[in-house]
């Protein structure tokens, strides 16, 4: 266990947020790049059959990188559980050791529980925002595409 209650499970949590939160911003600012692109692509006269397959290769690199944000979120939660299963155990070792019921010897081990299931959920509920809020963006952009050969954009090109 490290000093204050940081541990290596709180640890492998912490670095799940940054890789998480880099790929979030990764996918986000991609989103404007790969319509630009899509509209560089776009000619009226296409195909809508040809132009569907189109829009749905250039966006499954999108939604690959998307995916990550999902995965991360249900790493981190189970991280959590992980930690908080480990505290406990912490706790009643402490216990055992002591021979005596004592709040001090359980305190630190709950304490660790409390933290890593704070941490984990903490990375967690806002990873699962950011998917369903990049998924709906990917969608928007899809279903703007795949509008393009009946209502063809105007200017942007």
Known sequence: MFANGW??????????????????????????????ELLSEFSSEIDSGIWEEKVSAKLFLLET???????????????????????????????????TVSLDAFAGG????????IFGLSVAIPSLWAFQFLKNRILGL????????????TGNR
Request: no cysteine.
């Open 7 to 36: 541990d290596w499970v709180s640890t492998l949590i912490g670095m799940l947020s940054v890789w998480n939160l880099g790929t979030f911003f990764h996918v986000i600012t991609s989103v404007p790049k790969f319509k630009k």
């Open 65 to 99: 990188r998307l995916v990550w944000v999902r995965h991360l979120a249900g790493i981190a939660t189970m991280l959590g559980l992980l930690g908080t299963v480990l505290g406990i155990s912490e706790a009643f070792s402490s216990l055992q050791a002591a021979g």
């Open 110 to 117: 709950i304490r660790l529980a409390l933290v890593t299931t």
């Open 142 to 153: 899809e279903r703007e595409a795949l509008s393009w050969p009946k209502i063809p954009p």
